[in-house]
């Protein structure tokens, strides 16, 4: 290798943004990556302009537009009325099914479409991640973060609908936006995985759609999770959408408080998956531009 | 200390990529997991091919230069020399291989016109998108919206879905955006080759009305009188290493030489190919049909172009475009197979020539090169650049002498008149 050397420009810190005059230094990157949170931060405009296009398109796009925010969460829950209530005959104690279900299926489908449309982003925007430098971390980010008007539409359904029943929230709706964060900590995680591996591995996106699927099996929303007993109620909670969902319930429908180890194994677990995500991410962001 | 003034220090930049990306684009989940599961029984598992020289190309080699702030540089250099790498790596979206790069200021880059425009959206909401992934913050856009609007000439349609916009609209908003993106170092990508004259002009006036200023720009452009006429300095790039470094006419010259020595050599040899070239140029000639003199102003030309199929099973049909360029790189026609006209024989015994014939020949006496598409169905087959270099001598067309040595190339049928007098 060459062993020429140059005078350095000035010796200052290259991890840091490039503002005027700041010096940027540009090479490959080895070893464990670091997550640049700064640049994320750095780039919260530019998250949110994404948000906005996302949310915009989407509701140009599609025939229904909002309306298909309105009818989703609805049409599903009849299906499972008729299905898992009236077929199956799982009950739900003092709860009507609908309202049960509901409200278990209202943070879902935030999840659900958010790991849908997050899992495929980076190479829906393959064009721009070649031709301009971001922190990438921004664009899955972005595609979760947009569910969020659907999710704020139905969750007004699920109030109007259990009010219809006679269920009305208490002090415990305080509690949503942390549910909320569990939520997103988990979208998150998973869009992160997906999106990062789907740029490596394009059959990825054949998997989502199934293993969602199976993710809604696995997390108590057409069943209630209070028949389980310890310890089966805590390790319900390493799917971290269990512990989001009971905690969901528990918030605005007032269903009992699921056990608090449920929901911590379940924050944990969001997290990890969140954390491992970003390093997974990162890891292969450097090859992207490359490959997708 | 000088330093102060250095802008961009690239310090043995090379950049490895791996042959067959495109095969590598389908890697499967399915495939890897077969290959994990199969190799866990085996025990020898062999991180594929990752030594093996054969399976990577350098796309840049020990690229080193300096730059100085308020330089205008123009890197030149055919198709894969490593122009675009060299500018994807100091923009920061692929990482170099090896070597390094230190950038002072903000280094704002338009490798494409439109990045991230979206046809659903607005003009408006478009400036805005454009800006942000551009990395313009909001109150910095807000500030130069009407500056952008009225440089790119489509206030008119400014809430009207960019998907109705004509390209050349797109292109002048898009253009407006990253025209007033205001960074310390602007990096431009062959970004001009579209939009019209007009707006071409206006483009080049912004990017010396920038380099006026006193900021720094890294131009690629095919076309060497724009760059000729943009940049005082030039890095003419060959098979990923510097070729020449130095003021923007030697560079150019330099170029243009190395072109037209190519045009010389091989076709079959030349590696600076694009395509997927399961179809190659084999073979260009321009000749006088008949026999009768060589190649001048007026007289009957035709073009050849021989083509060879690495299957010989395979049937499909070709088109073949080739472009005139002049010797200072400025396109002057393109003609194309595929656009049909009556007075075209199809070839149906033998699909591997292509013969252009003209009647006339329009070019005032000097040096040409031609540039040739080879296309297989959708594909673009083959692509080189100065695949053939001819020379046109004196002639006269229609029977009127043709003087060279004046401005532009193309000689014009024509006749001068007494108009009618009531």
């Known amino acids: ?292 | 200390m000088q330093a102060a003034d250095r802008v961009i220090l690239a310090d043995a930049l090379s950049k490895r990529y791996k042959l067959g990306v495109r095969a590598d684009r389908d890697k499967t989940l399915r495939d890897e997991i077969t290959r994990h599961v199969a190799s866990a029984g085996a025990r020898v598992r062999r991180r594929p091919g990752s030594d093996d020289p054969a399976r990577f190309t350098w796309a840049l080699r020990d690229v080193s230069f300096e730059i100085e702030r308020g330089e205008v540089v123009g890197i030149i250099g055919r198709n894969g020399a490593g122009k675009s790498t060299l500018l994807k790596i100091l923009s920061r979206v692929t990482q170099p291989t090896s070597g390094r790069a230190r950038i002072r200021g903000r280094l704002g880059s338009l490798l494409e016109v439109g990045t991230g425009f979206h046809g659903e959206l607005t003009g408006r909401e478009n400036v805005y998108l454009n800006g942000a992934i551009l990395g313009m913050r909001r109150a910095e856009i807000n500030r130069r919206f009407d500056e952008i609007v009225s440089f790119s000439e489509v206030e008119k349609f400014l809430d009207t879905p960019v998907k109705r916009y004509s390209t050349g609209m797109v292109v002048r908003l898009a253009f407006a955006v990253a025209a007033h993106l205001e960074p310390e170092i602007l990096v431009v990508d062959e970004v001009l080759a579209v939009g019209d004259l007009g707006f071409q002009r206006k483009c080049i006036g912004k990017m010396s009305e920038v380099a006026g200023e006193g900021r720094t720009i890294l131009f690629v452009s095919h076309n060497m009188a724009v760059i000729q006429a943009l940049c005082s300095r030039g890095i003419f790039l060959e098979r990923g290493a510097i070729h020449t470094d130095a003021d923007i006419g030697e560079a150019v010259r330099s170029y243009l030489r190395s072109v037209e020595e190519d045009s010389l050599s091989d076709l079959a040899d030349r590696q600076d190919r694009r395509g997927w070239n399961e179809v190659v140029l084999a073979g260009v000639d321009v000749i006088a049909p008949g026999g009768r003199g060589g190649i001048a102003t007026g007289m009957p030309t035709r073009f050849v172009f021989r083509t060879r199929r690495q299957d010989s099973d395979d049937e499909r049909r070709l088109s073949c475009t080739f472009t005139i360029v002049n010797s200072l790189g400025q396109p002057l026609a393109t003609i194309a197979s595929s656009d049909h006209g009556p007075q075209d024989v199809a070839n149906e015994r033998d699909l591997d020539v292509f013969v252009c014939e003209i009647d006339a020949l329009p070019l005032v006496p000097g040096r040409y090169r031609l540039d040739v598409e080879i296309h297989g169905r959708a594909y673009l087959q083959d692509a080189v650049e100065g695949a053939a270099t001819f020379d046109v001598a004196q002639g006269t067309l229609e029977g009127r002498p043709v003087a060279g040595g004046r401005p532009g190339d193309i000689a014009i049928p024509h006749r001068w008149i007494v108009p009618p007098l009531d």
Not at chain 1, 15 to 39: F, K, M, N, Q, Y
Not at chain 1, 94 to 117: E, K, M, Q
Request: hydrophobic share 55%.
């Open chain 1, 1 to 292: 290798m060459t062993t020429r050397t140059h005078e350095p420009l000035a010796q200052t810190d290259h991890d840091h943004l490039p503002e005027t005059g700041a010096e940027i230094l540009v090479e490959r990157e080895r070893g464990w990556p670091s997550l640049r949170l700064w640049e994320l931060w750095e780039a919260r405009e530019l998250l949110y302009f994404l948000v906005w296009r996302d949310v915009k398109v989407r509701y140009k796009q599609t025939a229904l537009g909002v309306a298909w925010a309105v009818l989703q969460p609805i049409l599903t829950v009849v299906v499972f009325t008729v299905f898992f209530n009236r077929v199956a005959n799982i009950s739900t104690g003092d709860v009507p099914y609908p309202v049960f279900a509901l409200a278990g299926l209202v943070p879902w489908l935030f999840l659900a479409n958010g790991v849908t449309i997050g899992s495929a982003s980076l190479v829906a925007n393959a064009n721009v991640i070649t031709k301009v430098y971001f922190p990438r971390l921004v664009i899955p980010t972005a595609a979760t973060l947009s569910g969020a008007p659907d999710f704020a539409i139905a969750f007004v359904i699920t109030l109007i609908v259990a009010a219809c029943y006679g269920i009305f929230p208490t002090l415990a709706i305080l509690a949503v936006p942390f549910v909320l964060l569990l939520v997103l900590a988990t979208g998150l995680g998973a869009s992160i995985w997906l999106s990062a591996a789907n740029v490596e591995y394009r059959d990825v996106r054949y998997v989502v759609p199934v293993a969602l699927q199976l993710w809604l099996l696995a997390t108590p929303i057409v069943y209630p999770a209070n028949q389980l007993h310890s310890p089966w109620n805590v390790i319900l909670g390493l799917n971290p959408m269990a512990g989001a969902v009971e905690a969901f319930r528990w918030a605005v429908i007032g269903t009992p408080f699921p056990s608090v180890g449920l929901v911590l194994t379940s924050a944990v677990v969001a997290l990890v998956m969140l954390g491992s995500g970003a390093f997974y991410f990162r890891a292969m962001e450097r090859r992207f531009a490359d490959i997708i």
